[in-house]
């Protein structure tokens, strides 16, 4: 849940992944911009995710409401967790890099971080297991108790052809106070 909950503050949440033939920015060169981003700080935060657009085309209409109105539920629910000193103080770093290693058949490349002020703009690529690939773009900003990201992702498998996904979302998170004792 941490993780997830650190990908929500960087914008790199998701499982972002996709076209094999796009260069990959290094960790290092990843590391780099991201030092420039502002640490979060420490305390209590408050994300909430908000599913904007949802497609999948080729399935019939009802099962495509009936999804979207799932998405929708699961993600209405405004979620809280604790930011340790310790992991505000290793920035993003940490989960960026953990990111990039293979993870359950899973592997994901950045073609592009870029950061200016607190504004980033990255796109990664992955794919995996049953010929699965996903690109995913974000854009957004960070600040120390405070993020607004727009993620898409698009993707697709060897298991469902011609029945890709695509999903834009927007994650929030506010610092709202110090964590519980």
């Known amino acids: 849940m941490r993780s997830l909950t650190l990908l929500s503050l960087v914008a790199v949440s998701l499982y972002g992944c996709g076209n ?3 260069p990959t920015k290094t960790a290092d060169e990843v590391a780099a911009a991201a030092k420039s981003l502002a640490k979060p ?3 209590l935060y408050e994300v909430k995710t908000v599913i904007k657009d949802f497609t999948m085309p080729g399935l019939p209409p009802a099962q495509m409401d009936m999804i979207k109105k ?3 539920a699961s993600s209405a629910k405004t979620r809280t967790f604790c930011l ?3 992991d505000a103080e290793s920035g993003f770093k940490d989960m960026l890099s953990k990111m990039s290693q293979k ?3 899973v592997q994901c490349n950045f073609s592009k971080f870029d950061t200016s002020g607190s504004h980033v703009d990255a ?3 992955c794919t995996g297991p049953k010929g699965m690939t996903m690109a995913m773009t974000m854009d957004g900003t960070i600040a120390p108790q405070q993020s607004d990201l727009t993620m898409t992702t698009r993707g697709g498998s060897d298991m469902m052809p011609g029945m890709g996904t695509t999903m834009t979302m927007q994650t929030t998170s506010t610092r709202i106070g110090e964590c519980p004792a």
């Open 103 to 105: 993870q359950n058949g």
């Open 70 to 72: 799932r998405i929708a």
């Open 84 to 86: 340790t000193k310790e």
């Open 123 to 125: 796109a990664m690529n």
């Open 41 to 43: 700080d420490p305390g």
């Open 20 to 22: 094999t033939t796009t």
